[in-house]
């Protein structure tokens, strides 16, 4: 039986600016876009949180909500490098972990003598002490019901204060811990799905693993089957850590389905810009450029094209990308979640013997590139923008 335990950093965002910050602790704070614009909250303080200030909320609404709300700007190369301290710690313990967000990983213990939720605060304790951030953690046997255990520990702290959480559900016991909890702590039942099955009297989890299996498929397909597996708190997904992975991505899961192509587009854009960023930071290319997107409905659609040479030029990547968004979206369709990855990643050997550009357009772009990327490093992702990227795109939920 596996042990696999889920971390998230506690308003992760908010935690690195107290970090360095003392004076903040104690206040009402948001970080994210400008409240005099379309900003909208990426994190904020648990105090802010009293107020009703959330994640993906209009900043101008969350002042409206806090009216001494203290709105502070992104700094992504800070959370970056925070995120690397605490993901050193993880794979202090163990070094089967898949780190699935900035401030999210999984690792899996099943090999270690000790007992999760010894290991569990262990890690917590450590990370609080030695790097000043707060954690939640679950503890399952699987990775789906470990990620709801995080959710649930932190549901019943509340959120008048930093959860610092550590849930357990019993080995054995996952369908009846799932049980009770509201059909939509459920991963991939949103606000449209809970809202059918609301219609069907299905209100809970424990609801959906009782309804006949046959007429989930049926009202809704291949995610019906889904729902009705992990309602019972089956999940079989192995731990894929960053050795083993064939690929690289970035996802955005939208708070609010997008109707706009220009959101879409700059989204697009800034998922490139890190999934090239990674490809450098591991000294790796890729062979193609795959787009994801998921519906309103759930409905997934996966497209790809093929490179040429390899690379990780965001010269070469962007317009790939663009091209299959342009492709695959009709325009005004609802997307629920923005995809785009890298994959048959190798290790270049001699890169310019197999690039078909003149020798200089691609060393020159691949200078230009990295003159980029150091600069966003050195002064976070909005020191330099292209003109497109204007427009600030709106947050996923998945900070909090």
């Known amino acids: 039986m596996r042990t696999i335990l889920h971390l998230d950093l506690d308003a992760f965002y908010c935690a690195v600016e107290e970090r360095r910050d003392p004076s903040l602790r104690g206040k009402a704070f948001a970080v994210g876009g400008s409240p005099d614009g379309r900003g909208v909250v990426a994190s904020c303080s648990y105090e802010a949180r009293r107020y009703g200030v959330r994640s993906a909320m209009p900043m101008g609404r969350a002042r409206g909500l806090c009216p001494g709300l203290l709105c502070l700007p992104c700094d992504f190369s800070a959370y970056r490098a ?5 993901m050193a710690r993880v794979r202090g313990v163990t070094p089967l972990v898949e780190q699935i967000s900035i401030d999210e990983a999984f690792m899996d213990v099943s090999a ?3 007992p999760g939720i ?3 605060r262990r890690l917590q304790d450590e990370i609080r ?3 000043g951030l707060s954690c939640s953690l679950g503890i399952a046997t699987n990775k789906l019901v470990a990620k709801i255990a995080t959710d649930v520990g932190k549901m019943r702290v509340g959120t008048g204060a930093s959860p610092q959480a550590i849930c357990e559900a019993p080995p054995g016991g996952e369908a009846a811990f799932l049980d009770p909890l509201p059909a939509d702590a459920l991963w991939g039942v949103g606000g449209r799905t809970s809202e059918r099955l609301a219609e069907l ?3 809970t989890i424990g609801d959906i693993a009782r309804w006949p299996e046959a007429d989930l498929r ?4 291949k995610h019906g089957d889904f729902m009705a597996r992990h309602a019972r708190g089956l999940d079989d997904r192995p731990i894929v850590t960053e050795r083993d992975a064939k690929s690289m991505s970035k996802e955005t899961t939208f708070a609010r389905d997008v109707t706009d192509g220009d959101m879409l587009r700059q989204t697009l854009r800034a998922q490139v810009r890190q999934v ?3 490809l450098k930071k591991d000294g790796v290319c890729g062979g193609t450029v795959k787009l994801k997107i998921r519906w309103s409905d759930f ?3 996966t497209r790809q094209f093929s490179v040429p040479h390899p690379t990780d030029q965001e010269s070469v990547i962007l317009p790939l990308a663009l091209k299959l968004l342009d492709q695959i979206w009709p325009e005004g369709r609802p997307v629920r979640l923005l995809g785009v990855g890298v994959g048959n990643l190798e290790v270049p050997l001699q890169l310019n013997l197999w690039d078909t550009r003149p020798a200089e357009e691609a060393a020159k772009a691949k200078k230009v590139d990295a003159t980029l990327n150091a600069l966003r490093e050195r002064f976070g992702e909005s020191a330099l923008r292209r003109a497109q990227d204007l427009l600030e795109p709106p947050f996923s939920n998945g900070e909090e």
């Open 299 to 301: 409905t997934t659609l």
């Open 112 to 114: 270690l003598r000790e």
């Open 82 to 86: 925070a995120s690397a301290e605490v």
């Open 218 to 221: 049926r009202r809704f397909g």
């Open 201 to 203: 009297g299905v209100r």
């Open 129 to 131: 002490n030695e790097l």
């Open 276 to 278: 090239c960023a990674h």
């Open 118 to 120: 010894q290991i569990a």
